[in-house]
């Protein structure tokens, strides 16, 4: 059985979903959720079960897929890290906060052949 290491990026109104979502899904093992705000971030955590990471980066090289869900200003560069470090990422839409930084994304996941899915 295929089981999927992930995690949550943004523990907010919708970051909650994902990783409620990701905690219950057979397939999954939900590594951590990671946020700025550790009040918000350990909530969510203890609520999945999981780990809290104030910084997203440590999860680097623990999972293989990620949703990110944090202010769109934060999309591009969260999203870019995760994807050069051969991670799958969900990103919330709207994907970036320009176009530019959008072909950017997608053009690193279709390098590394990652799926780069916007979360409608």
Known sequence: KCMLRTAVIGAGYLGK????????????????????????????ASDCNTHYFRDYRELIGQVDAVSVVVPTVMHHTITRDFLQAGVHVLVEKPIASNLLQAEEMIRLAREKQLILQVGF
């Open 17 to 44: 979903f994902h990783a409620e979502k990701y905690a219950r899904l057979a397939s999954s093992h939900l590594i951590g959720v990671a946020d700025i705000n550790e009040v918000c971030g350990q909530r969510v």
